[in-house]
């Protein structure tokens, strides 16, 4: 048995063959055309298919899962991704759904990309067996999904969780999603490769201005790169201990891009949660890396379209049944 999913996010637009003990058998990938048109964006997205159907596993292919960077919205079918411009409303599940190399009568199934990478900590990686947690994707943006009860609360529309577009600074910056001071403007990898660059650090010649870059400059000992970790960090930390407080977490796990640099960013993230989490119930909850990685969220696809298809319930539950 066979499980197919899609990871769209700014940044890359991945897809995979995945069996029913979480493997990836196959796997593709393409950059996203995050400035390009709507039809450049779903060029890349087929592309992945393609390659992925020529894989003899494809015959076996029993689901779809995807999982997209949102907000989604689960009952349409549709995504309008923040940091993708061109995707307002855009028909996705459908598109994919009359895409030649799916099979007639498949139904592809939309999750947000970070509730699937919740769905796949909770089943495979550090979230496994918890009642209750807040799993996050520090990335290109903050997206985050939440277990309680032990289930999947992906909430109506599929976008519960979505911690990247809680407010930590009234008087901060104005996202791209049209509030002011969300985490996301904070503690994303663009938005911590900007604030070095707004600070007087320049990359390395010839290097791109990341959060990698950022990295590396930080590790050296670079006082305005270690600056942009921090404030990333604080901004973490503060919605972390909101989060705690409001439905008391027994763990958090933090995946994506960004979190694979790893001290550099949960070193201020959890010296700053001892000033957040003061209540006795927010006190030391566990911030851990995922232990799925980046391929977490291909995971989480796979198993949202096995439970939607009634073939498995792994990375899910009755509180977080995804809609097809």
Known sequence: ?????????????????????????V????????????????AA????????????????????????????????????????????????VARVRAHPAVPAGLRPVLVGD?????????????????DNALCMVVSTGVGGGLILGGALHAGTSGNAGHIGHITVDQNGPVCPCGAR???????????IAAHALES????????????KEVEASARAGDPRALAAFDRAGRALAAAIAATTALVELDIVVIG????????????????????????????????????????????????AGA???GLSRAGTGAAGQPVS
């Open 1 to 25: 048995m066979v499980y197919g999913a899609l990871d769209i996010g700014g940044t890359k637009i991945a897809g995979a063959l995945v069996d029913a003990d979480g493997h990836l058998l």
């Open 27 to 42: 796997r593709s990938q393409r950059a996203t055309p995050a400035r390009g048109s709507a039809e450049e964006l779903m």
């Open 45 to 92: 997205v087929a592309a992945v298919l393609d390659d992925l159907a020529t894989h003899p596993e494809w015959a076996s292919l029993s689901c779809l899962g995807i999982g997209s960077a949102g907000p989604v919205d689960t009952v349409a079918g549709t995504v309008g991704p923040v940091n993708i411009p061109a995707w307002r409303a855009f028909p996705l």
């Open 114 to 130: 970070a509730v699937a990478m919740t769905a796949a900590e909770h089943w495979l990686g550090a979230a496994r067996g918890v």
């Open 181 to 191: 001071g969300c985490v996301e403007r904070f503690a994303s990898g663009t938005a």
């Open 200 to 211: 007087g650090w320049t990359p390395p010649s010839g290097a791109p201005a990341t959060a």
């Open 256 to 303: 994506g891009g960004v979190a694979q640099s790893g001290e550099m960013l949960f070193g201020p993230l959890r010296h700053h949660l001892t000033s957040y989490a003061v209540l006795d119930f927010t006190r030391d909850v566990p911030v851990v890396p995922a232990g799925l990685a980046l391929d977490a969220g291909l995971i989480g696809a796979a198993a």
């Open 307 to 309: 439970a939607a298809a």
